[in-house]
Each structure stands twice: as structure tokens, then as C-alpha cells.
């Protein structure tokens, strides 16, 4: 997903302080779907397993991370935003076709 997210998460403004200790997150008891929130990367959509485990879609295929939810949580994901079963992430527009050429080409 490229650009800016639109979600509820990323809009808000940041009120409150993040906490030094993040809030604890118990596992589900089945897959679930969450979408992580961190400041310097666009969210990131993966599923979270009952036993800790993490997988993505990259390029088509389904990829397990070698780290678990806990690890994340205290190394790159410590000030994340973890939303729960998010909603589809938003498509962006397709591009309008090419405005037509005004300018003759140069002779060089």
C-alpha cells in the first residue's frame, strides 16, 4: 500500500503521550487479521496465529515471519498501533489517461 493511510488510526491526531510500556495484546483464538500503525512506514497488513506466529502476502505468496508478535512488539512494532479485523485497505484511484501532447517535439 503506498501513500498515506486514510484509516481512523493514522488521521487522529496524537493527543495523548505513547506509553514507554506498550499495552498488553492477548493472541487470538483463531487467525485474525490486523493492520500495524507505525509512525515512519505506511500500515502494514498480516495475519496474527494463536500461537504468536505472524504472516504476510508479499509478491503473491503467503510468508511466515521468523519473529514472533512478541518480538515485534518489543523491537520494531514498541509504539505501533495495532488495529484488530481492519477493513479493507483503501484503493486509490486509477490514474486518467495521459492529457494529450501540446507541444511539437524539438528539433535538436
Aim: with cysteine; proline share 17%; glycine share 4%.
Amino acid at each position: 500500500m503506498a501513500g498515506p493511510c486514510d484509516c481512523r488510526h493514522c488521521k487522529a491526531p496524537a493527543i495523548e503521550e505513547t506509553p514507554a510500556v506498550p499495552e498488553p495484546i492477548g493472541l487470538p483464538a483463531v487467525p485474525t487479521p490486523i493492520r500495524v500503525h507505525t509512525a515512519d512506514r505506511a500500515p502494514f497488513d498480516c495475519t496474527l496465529h494463536p500461537d504468536g506466529t505472524l504472516t504476510a502476502v508479499f509478491n503473491g505468496e503467503q510468508r511466515r515471519n521468523f519473529m514472533t508478535f512478541a518480538d515485534m512488539r518489543e523491537r520494531a512494532w514498541a509504539q505501533a498501533r495495532i488495529e484488530f479485523n481492519p477493513p479493507p485497505p483503501v484503493e486509490e484511484p486509477e490514474p486518467e489517461q495521459a492529457p494529450p501532447v501540446v507541444q511539437e517535439a524539438l528539433a535538436l
